[in-house]
């Protein structure tokens, strides 16, 4: 009995250590509208099919150093793992917008924001972590 | 008994509250989705920040192409948990954004998009939308 519950426990710690990625499958991603943000950070992208074809970002943090208006991605797949990195190098001149993120359930990401500047603020490197949900279906 | 039940009622008359209070807005930086009524469409997008009482939208997309980046008049919060903020558009077009905590971070609410006018953008008529926003981070 001791060493039934033993391997049930063991069972429960590798699926948990594992993330949302299911056993020899993808980890489940919901299509949908998402929308998230951070500290004055706005966030929000579709995903279609494990792809995210469309995603959009506006932060206050940005705009005080002279990146008006919101940046526009490239898309990407998402991974077995639930990952995905979406970016921009072309929407601002010396300035690339990095979005990761990875699904920790279906339908919610966490996910980092890496902006890199080589004019601004001054230049350097700078991250911001954001949050976003699923709020729908896609049109 | 009958004390009691008279504060369940008077409870269920008071808009925002509930058996562990009213709802007491916090400040922050919220984001969401929506969809017009009737058409399932989550194609608008929310973004406002909620600091020392009031409500300053940042980003507010709908479902019309090329229609994107009205900007609204900065809301002071109403009755302590419900906001209303509007613009005019171009062609006598009138915006007008409600919003209502339904608990601490999260809020349900309405745009209502009045366009009497043959616009670039979009038929005439009246759209409305209803959309829910959660807290992401500080404001």
């Known amino acids: 009995m001791r060493a039934r519950s033993l391997t049930a426990l063991v069972a429960v710690a590798a699926l948990a250590l594992a993330g949302p990625a299911s056993a020899g499958g993808s980890a489940p991603v919901k299509d949908g509208r998402y929308a998230g943000g951070g500290k004055r950070l706005f966030v929000f992208f579709d995903v279609s099919n494990r792809t995210i074809p469309f995603a959009r970002i506006d932060s206050e943090k940005l705009s005080t150093c002279a990146v008006d208006g919101p940046a526009v991605f490239d898309s990407d797949t998402v991974d077995a793992h639930g990952r995905f990195v979406l970016k921009d190098s072309s929407t601002f001149p010396n300035e690339t917008i990095k979005v990761s993120g990875r699904f920790v359930t279906s339908t919610r990401v966490r996910g980092k924001i890496k902006w890199t500047t080589a004019s601004n603020c001054p230049a350097g490197t700078y991250g911001f972590d954001y949050r976003a949900d699923r709020y729908g279906p896609l049109e | ?139």
């Open chain 2, 1 to 139: 008994m009958g004390t009691a039940a008279a504060v369940i009622a008077a409870l269920a008359l008071t808009p925002g509250a509930d058996a562990r209070g009213p709802t007491v807005p916090k400040p922050g930086t919220y984001a969401g989705a929506g969809a017009m009524v009737g058409a399932n469409t989550y194609g608008m997008q929310v973004g406002f920040i909620f600091k020392a009482g009031a409500v300053d939208v940042r980003i507010l997309g709908f479902g019309f192409p090329g229609c994107n980046g009205f900007t609204l008049v900065p809301a002071t919060a109403i009755g302590a948990n419900k906001f209303e903020t509007s613009s005019m558009g171009g062609n006598d077009e009138s915006n007008l954004l409600k919003g209502r905590w339904v608990g601490a971070g999260k809020v349900k609410g309405k745009l209502v998009l009045a366009r009497p006018q043959v616009a670039s953008c979009g038929d005439p008529g009246t759209y409305v939308y209803k959309y829910a926003a959660r807290r992401y981070g500080r404001p």
